[in-house]
């Protein structure tokens, strides 16, 4: 069964150093999505991205974050100076179209630990 | 703006009996309203969703879920619990709106199944 794929499953990096969150999403799907989930609190929605574009994003994602599209399979999140506050998991998601009622498929995660 | 509000952080049943897993929502638009379920090292998984139609919805592993809009509700439920029905379980919220559909998230409930 297709699967949304993340690595690594957990990093940890010193504040203010970059990160580069990986994933690849199922591979017929065209809209893709990061979500976070700081320890504790609620899953948030970051990002949705189609057509090499950003189409919607939250408040969270400042300009220390970007997404991209490097090639037909991986979709990254990078942040440029990791701060401690964003220790979090990462979840990566796709769907195969867009609409309220279309699944997402989530990805197993990348715990994120700034020290 | 939408919200989702999951009572109990932590819900402890024996093996056998019934599960209630409550949601309550808040949205000035028809809602999509979703069940996801994590499995420990996993990604979220979808349970089962209503959008429009028949109010009580049948998802996988036995669980449904009631839309109750004069009680802006979607309470998950399952008349035998089993120990594999133990993971954190996630109530999400979307609009019909169109465009690319963010998920707002509850805080999530972790299910405990005793033998």
């Known amino acids: 069964e297709p699967e949304v794929t993340q690595t690594p499953s957990h990093q940890v990096t010193q504040m203010g150093q970059e990160v580069i969150l990986r994933c690849v999403p199922i591979?017929?799907?065209?809209?893709f999505y990061w979500y976070r989930q700081i320890l504790g609190q609620k899953v948030e929605f970051l990002v949705s991205?189609?057509?090499?574009?950003?189409?919607?994003k939250s408040e969270i994602f400042d300009d220390q974050f970007s997404v991209e599209r490097p090639d037909g399979s991986n979709f990254t999140l990078k942040i440029r100076s990791t701060k401690l506050e964003d220790s979090a998991m990462y979840f990566c998601?796709?769907?195969?179209?867009?609409?309220?009622?279309?699944?997402?498929?989530f990805g197993p995660g990348t715990r994120l630990t700034v020290l | 703006a939408q919200s989702v509000t999951q009572l109990g952080s932590h819900v402890s049943v024996s093996e056998g009996a019934l599960v209630l897993l409550r949601c309550n929502y808040s949205s000035s638009v028809p809602p999509y309203l979703f069940w996801y379920v994590q499995y420990p090292n996993q990604g979220l998984q979808l349970l089962l969703k209503?959008?429009?139609?028949?109010?009580l919805v049948k998802g996988i592993n036995g669980f449904e879920a009631e839309f109750k809009k004069s009680e802006t509700s979607f309470h998950l439920t399952k008349p035998s619990a089993h120990m594999s029905d133990a993971a954190e379980y996630f109530c999400a919220v979307t609009t019909v709106n169109t465009g690319f559909q963010k998920l707002v998230f509850g805080t999530g409930t972790r299910l405990l199944v005793s033998p």
């Open positions: 991205f189609y057509n090499n574009e950003i189409s919607e």
């Open positions: 998601a796709s769907s195969e179209a867009r609409g309220g009622g279309n699944e997402q498929f």
């Open positions: 209503y959008t429009t139609g028949a109010t």
């Open positions: 591979s017929n799907h065209l809209y």
